[in-house]
């Protein structure tokens, strides 16, 4: 897993006007928790946060305030509801030996041949929540979806991640390939048969994001 570097500042006023101020000047409050430890306030620049935010991977970050450096993990991103914007950060101190709980997000591969029997590859699930020990962490959860068929689901229950625990009900959806409207099973057989015969162009139709923040 990768490991960034991010410098930040100690903040003592937490008053609504400095950090409004805070924000103005393209910086962002955050608060980082330590296991036996008082949470610590800090601002970080908003441009140096947003890679850190906006990706597909999870990373370990060294995060240094004031000179003190502390391995930590995202926890908790809150956003401005109407521009986006990343607003406040929460940071989870690592400490070698303790297991964390935090979410992975979810990596699709391969080419469903159900999609080319005219269904569409939906992902219901883009994040999984674990727990496991800070060596462990992966930068994603890859799932490969080759040989899934209509109607066939990935549940959590059938994955098996060697030194993770999925915290997830087992029998949660996390990603499948449904009927397009209108399709009955007479038509998904034909269109089976067709595809056999010749070669379909493949058209992958993602559903709605579940944000699981």
Excluded: W
Excluded at 1 to 10: C, F, G, H, V
Excluded at 19 to 42: A, C, D, H, W
Excluded at 55 to 64: P, Q
Excluded at 177 to 192: C, I, N
Aim: net charge negative; glycine share 8%; with cysteine.
């Amino acid at each position: 897993m990768a490991e960034i570097s991010l410098n930040a500042q100690k903040r003592e006023i937490t008053t609504k006007g400095a950090v409004k101020q805070m924000r103005r000047n393209g910086n962002v409050p955050g608060t980082l928790y330590l296991k036996g430890s008082e949470p610590i306030s800090f601002s970080v620049n908003e441009v140096a946060l947003n890679p850190l935010v906006f990706t597909a991977e999870t990373s370990i970050i060294n995060l240094k305030i004031d000179g003190t450096e502390q391995r930590c993990i995202i926890k908790d991103v809150q956003f401005d509801p109407v521009s986006d914007r990343v607003i406040h950060v929460d940071f989870q101190g690592v400490t070698v030996g303790q297991s964390l709980q935090l979410q992975i997000p979810v990596q699709i591969t391969g080419n469903a041949v159900g999609v080319k029997e005219g269904g569409h590859l939906q992902t219901f699930l883009h994040k999984l929540d674990v727990e496991c020990l800070p060596r462990h962490i992966p930068e994603h959860i890859q799932i490969d979806v080759t040989k899934l068929s209509v109607g066939d689901m990935i549940h959590v229950r059938d994955l098996g991640i060697e030194n993770i625990s999925i915290l997830n009900a087992e029998d949660t959806v996390i990603v499948g390939v449904v009927a397009a409207r209108g399709t009955t099973e007479e038509t998904v057989e034909e269109l089976k048969t067709e595809g056999e015969e010749q070669a379909e162009p493949e058209v992958i139709s993602k559903g709605k994001s579940q944000e699981d923040e």
